[in-house]
């Protein structure tokens, strides 16, 4: 027996966008100021229904992203983040490469001093995928202190260069 679709159970495409559509087609990352910049806490986000398609088969893939952060100067807005990744919910993009974009758009837009993203991928044909990518910002003073660092060493070496030549 054959089940045709009833008027009612066909999305036409002229049919406007619902409003949770909408929102997940406009989600961008939005951030707001640390309200404790300078002390180093962690920001631990959890969103369990991360969905995207196999850009081969077209099949869906689930997901879990964990992301743990070191804010800087700005916080990532938790329903944005929640909106933005729905927005994959569509997208053809391989395991590997949705996890690095989730992580290149995420310092883009709050520039954390660090980032862990974790993509767990639900199995599919008895294959359990875990992707994980890291970002660590090197602080001014860090980044400083190697270059004097440097300096020094530079300094040393043409300091006994002279002293061999000299002395030779």
């Keep these: 027996m054959t089940h045709l679709p009833t008027q009612n159970s066909v999305v036409s495409d002229a049919q406007p966008m619902k409003y949770g559509e909408r929102a997940i ?10 309200p404790r910049i300078g002390r180093r806490y962690h920001i631990d986000i959890t969103l369990p229904e991360f969905t995207c398609k196999c850009p081969f088969s077209g099949y869906p893939d689930f997901a879990t992203i964990h992301i743990r952060y070191i804010p800087n100067e700005r916080v990532v807005e938790l329903k944005a983040i929640k909106l933005y990744i729905n927005s994959y919910r569509d997208r053809y993009i391989s395991h590997e490469e949705s996890v ?3 992580l290149d758009d995420f310092v883009e837009a709050c520039d954390p001093l660090e980032v862990t993203i974790k993509g767990d991928f639900a199995p599919r044909g ?15 003073q ?3 202190k190697k270059q004097l660092n440097f300096l020094k060493k530079i300094k040393a070496s043409i300091t006994i260069f002279w002293i061999c030549w000299f002395s030779g």
């Design 142 to 144: 860090e980044k400083q």
């Design 126 to 140: 008895n294959v359990h995928t875990v992707i994980e990518v890291q970002h660590q910002k090197e602080e001014k």
């Design 100 to 102: 690095n974009q989730i």
């Design 25 to 34: 087609a406009e989600g961008q990352l939005i951030t707001f100021p640390n």
